[in-house]
């Protein structure tokens, strides 16, 4: 048994260590994007005293250009590939177990959607998934594999948290997409 498990716990423990150091927001970015300053300045002229998350809309993302706020599956709802969360809130639950998906680990991840659903329950806070510019998901180093296994992951972005949700009882989270360019 490694500590870690699947995704949650570690992330908790990120949550917890930027909490403990004062930090009011929480900057979480895969490695396979190159995060510049403008990005951040971009994420966080969208984050307010009512704002839970602001994402960046990765290729991968259904992206809305007609929708302002709608309940959002797994496939329009900010990814922790790139996103920008409000202590504030999260520190409260944290993400969520769910997302690690204990009673069926073939579902677990996307933990960002029932976190995000169990928040809007507690508190009236927006979710925000915007095109920011510049932003490129780079796969291309990855082996046949890999890719595979991204490739599956992609595929169930959205019956993965959709389990989640029937599971916990939750509703899909609200989700305001922004189109900057």
């Given at each position: 048994?490694t500590?870690w498990?699947?995704?949650?716990?570690?992330?908790?423990?990120?949550?917890?260590?930027?909490?403990q150091?004062?930090?009011?927001?929480?900057?979480?970015?895969?490695?396979?994007?190159s995060v510049t300053?403008?990005?951040?300045?971009?994420?966080?002229?969208?984050?307010?005293?009512?704002?839970?998350?602001?994402?960046?809309?990765?290729?991968?993302?259904?992206?809305?250009?007609?929708?302002?706020?709608?309940?959002?599956?797994?496939?329009?709802?900010?990814?922790?590939?790139?996103?920008?969360?409000?202590?504030?809130?999260?520190?409260?639950?944290g993400?969520?177990?769910?997302g690690?998906?204990?009673?069926?680990?073939?579902?677990?991840?996307v933990?960002?959607l029932?976190?995000?659903?169990?928040?809007?329950?507690?508190?009236?806070?927006?979710?925000?998934?915007?095109?920011?510019?510049?932003?490129?998901?780079?796969?291309?180093?990855?082996?046949?594999?890999?890719?595979?296994?991204?490739?599956?992951?992609?595929?169930?972005k959205?019956?993965?948290?959709?389990?989640?949700?029937?599971?916990?009882?939750?509703?899909?989270?609200?989700?305001?997409?922004?189109?900057?360019?």
């Amino acid at each position: 048994m490694t500590p870690w498990q699947k995704f949650v716990p570690a992330l908790n423990a990120i949550v917890f260590r930027a909490v403990q150091a004062g930090y009011s927001h929480l900057l979480l970015a895969s490695s396979t994007v190159s995060v510049t300053k403008e990005m951040v300045e971009t994420l966080s002229g969208y984050m307010d005293s009512h704002t839970l998350v602001v994402g960046a809309a990765l290729e991968g993302h259904n992206f809305s250009e007609t929708r302002f706020i709608f309940t959002a599956n797994g496939k329009e709802t900010p990814w922790n590939t790139l996103a920008l969360w409000n202590l504030k809130y999260l520190s409260i639950t944290g993400f969520l177990l769910a997302g690690d998906s204990p009673w069926n680990t073939d579902n677990a991840g996307v933990e960002e959607l029932t976190t995000i659903s169990a928040l809007q329950n507690l508190y009236r806070v927006n979710a925000k998934l915007i095109n920011v510019p510049g932003v490129i998901w780079d796969t291309s180093n990855w082996d046949d594999d890999r890719k595979a296994m991204h490739d599956k992951k992609m595929a169930t972005k959205i019956s993965r948290p959709e389990s989640q949700l029937g599971f916990s009882s939750l509703h899909p989270p609200y989700v305001n997409h922004i189109r900057l360019t």
